[in-house]
C-alpha cells in the first residue's frame, strides 16, 4: 500500500466506524416507540434531514473516483434512516403522519430527484462533481448551525440537561474523522463542512464542562427533554460532508 494511501483508508474506516454509531443512537428512542406504540411527539424532521444528507452525499460520492468510503457509510445510512421513518410512520398520529409523508414527498423525493435530473441535463463531467460538491458543502453547513440553538439554551438555563456530553464526544469524533479523511484525499466538500463540525463539537463539550456541576438556577422551558434532543441533534451525515 502507498504511503498517501494509508490515512484515506484510516481516516475512512474510523469515520465509517463512528458514523455508523452515531447512526445507530437512536435506538434506544425507537424501542420506546415499539413498546409503547407510540411516537409520544417525537419529531420526524431528524430522520428526514439525515435521510435526505446521506441520499445526497451517496449521489456526490458516486461522481467522485476511488469513493467507497463514502458510498459504503452513506449507503448503510440511507437504509437505516428509511427504516427510522417507516416505523415512525407506523406509529405516528393521523397529523404527524401526514405532515411526515409531505416532508418526504417534498424534501427526500421532489428535492433530491429535482437536483439529480438538473445537475445531469445541465452539468458535464467535472463541473457536475464540483456543483453536487458544493450542494453538500452548504447544506453540511446549514445542518451544523442546528447546534447553536441547544447551546444557547444551555447558556441561558445553565443546565446541560439538553446536551449529552457522550453524543457531543462522539459527534466531534466523527468530524474530526471525516475532515481527517477529506483533508487525505484532497476534497474540499468533505473537509471543510467538518472544520465548523468540529468547532462546534468542542464548544459544546466546553459548555458541558463549564455547565454540568452548576444548579440550574433558571425555570427550564416546559420543553420534552427527548423531543428536544431530537430536534437539536446532528446526524451523523452532516459530519461526512
Same mark, same amino acid.
Given at each position: 500500500?502507498?504511503?498517501?494511501?494509508?490515512?484515506?483508508?484510516?481516516?475512512?474506516?474510523?469515520?465509517?466506524?463512528?458514523?455508523?454509531?452515531?447512526?445507530?443512537?437512536?435506538?434506544?428512542?425507537?424501542?420506546?416507540?415499539?413498546?409503547? $406504540?407510540?411516537?409520544?411527539?417525537?419529531?420526524?424532521?431528524?430522520?428526514s434531514v439525515a435521510l435526505f444528507s446521506a441520499m445526497l452525499t451517496l449521489y @456526490?460520492?458516486?461522481? $467522485?473516483?476511488?469513493?467507497?468510503? !463514502?458510498?459504503?457509510?452513506?449507503?448503510?445510512?440511507?437504509?437505516?434512516?428509511?427504516?427510522?421513518?417507516?416505523?415512525?410512520?407506523?406509529?405516528?398520529?393521523?397529523?404527524?403522519?401526514?405532515?411526515t409523508l409531505k416532508l418526504v414527498g417534498i424534501f427526500n423525493t421532489s428535492s433530491y430527484?429535482?437536483?439529480?435530473? !438538473?445537475?445531469?441535463?445541465?452539468?458535464?463531467?467535472d463541473m457536475r462533481m464540483h456543483v453536487v460538491g458544493w450542494i453538500?458543502?452548504?447544506?453540511?453547513?446549514?445542518v451544523f448551525a442546528a447546534p447553536l440553538s441547544i447551546m444557547r439554551l444551555v447558556i441561558r438555563t445553565k443546565s446541560v440537561e439538553y446536551m449529552p456530553f457522550s453524543l457531543s464526544f462522539f459527534l466531534t469524533l466523527c468530524a474530526l474523522c471525516w475532515l481527517g479523511y477529506g483533508l487525505a484525499v484532497q476534497d474540499f466538500y468533505i473537509a471543510s463542512p467538518n472544520i465548523l463540525g468540529f468547532l462546534f463539537?468542542?464548544?459544546?463539550?466546553?459548555? @458541558?464542562?463549564?455547565? $454540568? $456541576?452548576?444548579?440550574?438556577?433558571?425555570?427550564?422551558?416546559?420543553?420534552?427533554?427527548?423531543?428536544?434532543?431530537?430536534k437539536e441533534a446532528p446526524t451523523p451525515n452532516q459530519l461526512n460532508v
Open positions: 500500500m502507498a504511503p498517501h494511501h494509508l490515512p484515506v483508508l484510516v481516516f475512512g474506516l474510523l469515520g465509517n466506524v463512528v458514523s455508523f454509531l452515531v447512526y445507530l443512537s437512536p435506538l434506544p428512542t425507537f424501542y420506546t416507540v415499539l413498546k409503547r $406504540k407510540s411516537t409520544e411527539g417525537f419529531q420526524s424532521i431528524p430522520y @456526490y460520492a458516486t461522481l $467522485k473516483q476511488n469513493a467507497l468510503m !463514502l458510498i459504503t457509510i452513506n449507503s448503510i445510512g440511507c437504509v437505516i434512516e428509511a427504516i427510522y421513518l417507516i416505523i415512525y410512520l407506523i406509529y405516528a398520529t393521523n397529523t404527524s403522519r401526514i405532515y430527484v429535482l437536483i439529480v435530473v !438538473l445537475t445531469n441535463r445541465l452539468l458535464e463531467g453538500c458543502a452548504i447544506f453540511s453547513v446549514c463539537g468542542v464548544a459544546q463539550m466546553i459548555l @458541558y464542562l463549564i455547565y $454540568k $456541576k452548576k444548579k440550574n438556577e433558571q425555570i427550564l422551558p416546559e420543553t420534552n427533554s427527548k423531543e428536544l434532543a431530537l
